[in-house]
């Protein structure tokens, strides 16, 4: 371990351990915290210049007086008062500053923009101490190196707009942390200035691959780890060339200036003789002293954390708490997804009755979507996550993510994430096959009739037709014990579901979710995906009437 290593991590892990024992000693007042944030967070709001066609606030409400006067919100509620301040400065959300506006995707190609204003940034900062002082309790062995934090990508039209929307995950630090974080990071920060997104995931292979003393690999989704890893069959040999010489050869003119190549002739010799196979044992010779792999391992992204962990089994494994652009509501701490409720204000919509219940009134077992007021502005914010109350840490909840609320209607089935979800946790898929997402196709065959299309994933260059035929059929017979969906097969309105298996069929996916417009370190593996637009010809329906079998579709 390098002196600066052990010197960033000492010093970072005392500068966090104020906010940890705070988390954890108030963690028995619970609504008198959240209490206190509210009075704070309206107090400010109330002394902004507001946009006239956001509602008034008072800045002496009460919890129950809040609750009672303001909407429950979206996205769309806020984007002209959030455009008017972006683009022409006028009006505010909140009496704080704007520090730049964050893009973000949802399920179709449409950027929202967030303000990430001084509040706001402060209470991501009250999640993340307390995360990384108990990331340092739970997994000493992070302290022994380098630590990768993923950058949040953007699509490649955006990268010309500037510096100001490039986000990385060390940004949402305030400062003194962001410079300590620095001294242990294993890829620099100007790779996030790159021309395009494979520049930039270019260098950041080059960086960690030269990185022995690799600790923490930190992503979002797995999915793109996996991507990320795949790319180093793709560009071996450049990558072999640009380590040994400390060249980036021709994307030279496509990096920073500033951004150096490593150089590091054992890592390109090890990449030299390497025969190409991602495995367990060509990860443990790269990165040997890997300690820990956080990402995203519930709902859909559950294959494929299996799939990472299998291929970092050296390295321990965390889940990450939920975390959205909009804020933060889960943080790991003790072994559970507590409520990060030192952030922001949170509310919490009962989904069996839809009741809001403040945090304090949570009780195991129910299943709720959480509301979050931050200092962005955005009040009473939906989120449209599925979460289950699975206990109390003191007086926190314990919050499990289930999936997304996200629903699809194309003929009146009323689909949602949450029930494919379940369904697909229930088909026969075996070794060899893993679901990437289902698809509410307008068009989803030769007819033009619309339905459902799941894309599988198989380990080998084809999958045995009786597997895939096995899961079209279960599928099928899941989704028509939902009374809707049934009726609209029966009327004919649906097509019957449909099974496409390719060996890349996550890249593949992933990558027309690119050319939506969607943000890189945005895109998940979901269960359920609306797809209006015309399918990709790799995708059409090559069955006949009969519904025999062309390659891997079904």
Not at 74 to 97: C, H, M, N
Not at 235 to 255: I, M, N, Q
Not at 348 to 354: K, Q
Not at 474 to 503: D, I, K, M, N, S
Request: hydrophobic share 40%; net charge neutral; aromatic share 8%.
């Amino acid at each position: 371990m390098s002196v600066r290593h052990r010197l960033g991590h000492a010093v970072l892990d005392r500068v966090v351990a104020a906010g940890g024992r705070r988390f954890v000693r108030d963690s028995h007042a619970l609504e008198r915290v959240q209490r206190a944030r509210l009075a704070g967070l309206v107090r400010k709001v109330a002394q902004a210049r507001r946009h006239p066609s956001l509602p008034a606030v008072q800045e002496d409400w009460c919890w129950e007086a809040f609750s009672q006067a303001l909407p429950i919100t979206d996205y769309s509620d806020w984007s002209t008062p959030v455009e008017a301040q972006r683009r022409w400065q006028e009006g505010e959300l909140i009496d704080s500053p704007v520090m730049r506006y964050q893009p973000t995707s949802g399920s179709t190609s449409e950027i929202k923009w967030v303000p990430y204003t001084r509040e706001f940034l402060r209470e991501l900062d009250g999640a993340i101490a307390p995360w990384l002082h108990d990331l340092y309790r739970q997994f000493p062995g992070i302290r022994r190196g380098s630590h990768y934090w993923s950058v949040s990508w953007l699509p490649d039209g955006m990268r010309d707009s500037g510096q100001s929307h490039l986000n990385d995950d060390m940004k949402v630090l305030t400062g003194g942390k962001r410079l300590l974080a620095a001294m242990t990071q294993s890829v620099p920060e100007l790779i996030a200035l790159a021309r395009t997104s494979d520049d930039a995931q270019f260098a950041t292979l080059a960086w960690l691959v030269a990185d022995t003393q690799l600790a923490v690999l930190s992503v979002w989704s797995p999915s793109f780890a996996l991507t990320l890893f795949e790319r180093l069959v793709d560009w071996r040999d450049e990558l072999v060339a640009a380590l040994r010489h400390g060249d980036w050869g021709h994307r030279s003119t496509a990096l920073p200036g500033r951004l150096r190549c490593p150089r590091a002739p054992q890592a390109a010799a090890l990449l030299a003789e390497w025969d190409g196979q991602l495995t367990a044992d060509f990860f443990r010779r790269l990165w040997p002293c890997l300690a820990l792999v956080s990402a995203w391992d519930t709902a859909a992204a559950a294959p494929w954390a299996t799939l990472l962990q299998r291929l970092l089994p050296q390295a321990a494994f965390q889940g990450k708490g939920l975390w959205a652009t909009e804020g933060v509501v889960t943080v790991p701490c003790q072994g559970q997804w507590v409520l990060a409720y030192q952030s922001h204000v949170y509310e919490f919509e009962d989904l069996d009755n839809g009741r809001i219940l403040p945090p304090w009134a949570l009780r195991p077992g129910q299943d709720v979507a959480p509301l979050l007021s931050t200092g962005s502005g955005l009040l009473r914010y939906r989120l449209n996550d599925r979460l289950r109350v699975d206990g109390h840490l003191n007086s926190l909840p314990v919050l499990r993510f289930l999936g997304r609320n996200d629903g699809v209607d194309m003929v009146g089935e009323k689909i949602g994430a949450v029930y494919v979800q379940q369904v697909l946790d229930a088909l026969p898929w075996g070794e060899t096959l893993r679901p990437v997402t289902l698809l509410a196709a307008r068009q989803s065959n030769s007819a033009g009739k619309p339905g459902y299309v799941l894309l599988v994933e198989c380990a080998g260059a084809s999958a045995p037709q009786s597997a895939v035929q096995r899961i079209r059929e279960r599928l099928e017979t899941a989704l028509a014990q939902h009374f809707h969906y049934q009726l609209a097969r029966g009327l004919g309105q649906l097509a019957p579901a449909r099974v496409v298996c390719r060996q890349d069929m996550r890249e593949f996916y992933l990558h027309q979710c690119r050319l939506r417009g969607m943000i890189e370190g945005n895109i998940k593996i979901e269960p359920l995906r609306d797809w209006p637009e015309v399918l990709p010809p790799a995708l059409h329906d090559v069955s006949d009437a009969r519904g025999s079998l062309s390659g891997c579709v079904i």
